[in-house]
Nanobody, 124 residues
Framework: QVQLVESGGGLLQAGGSLRLSCSASGRTFNMLPMGWFRQPPGKEREFVAAINWSASSSYYSDSVKGRFTITRDNAAGNMNVYLQMNSLKPSDSAAYYC???????????????WGQGTQVTVSS
C-alpha cells in the first residue's frame, strides 16, 4: 500500500522557519525523483521544489528559490523527503504535499495518489 505522510506544518510569524517532513512507503520511492507542492486556499496546487533520486540535483520555483531547501534520505525500506523553509512569508501559507515527479519534467507530479498534506500558515 502506497503511503505518503507529510508532517511539520504549523502557524508562525513572517520571517520564521519550518522544516517539513515526508515519509514515503509502499513502493520503490528510493529510485524516484520527489517533489513538494503546495495549495493555497482557493487556488490550484503549485510546484515548490523537487530533487532527483540520488539527491545530486534540486529544482525550485522562482517564488521560493533562495529561501527553501529540499533534501532526501533514501534509507532501506523507507524514504524521507524534507523541505527546510526559511524567511517565510504570508504568501507561503498553504497545504504542502510531497509527491513523486516526472523524471523528464520535475515540476510535474507523477501518479494519482496524494497524501493528506501538512498545513503551513504564516501571519504578517
Amino acid at each position: 500500500q502506497v503511503q505518503l505522510v507529510e508532517s511539520g506544518g504549523g502557524l508562525l510569524q513572517a520571517g520564521g522557519s519550518l522544516r517539513l517532513s515526508c515519509s514515503a512507503s509502499g513502493r520503490t520511492f528510493n529510485m524516484l525523483p520527489m517533489g513538494w507542492f503546495r495549495q493555497p486556499p482557493g487556488k490550484e496546487r503549485e510546484f515548490v521544489a523537487a530533487i532527483n533520486w540520488s539527491a545530486s540535483s534540486s529544482y525550485y520555483s522562482d517564488s521560493v528559490k533562495g529561501r527553501f531547501t529540499i533534501t532526501r534520505d533514501n534509507a532501506a525500506g523507507n524514504m524521507n523527503v524534507y523541505l527546510q523553509m526559511n524567511s517565510l512569508k504570508p504568501s507561503d501559507s498553504a497545504a504542502y504535499y510531497c509527491h513523486p515527479v516526472l523524471p523528464t519534467k520535475m515540476d510535474s507530479p507523477w501518479g494519482a495518489y496524494w497524501g493528506q498534506g501538512t498545513q503551513v500558515t504564516v501571519s504578517s
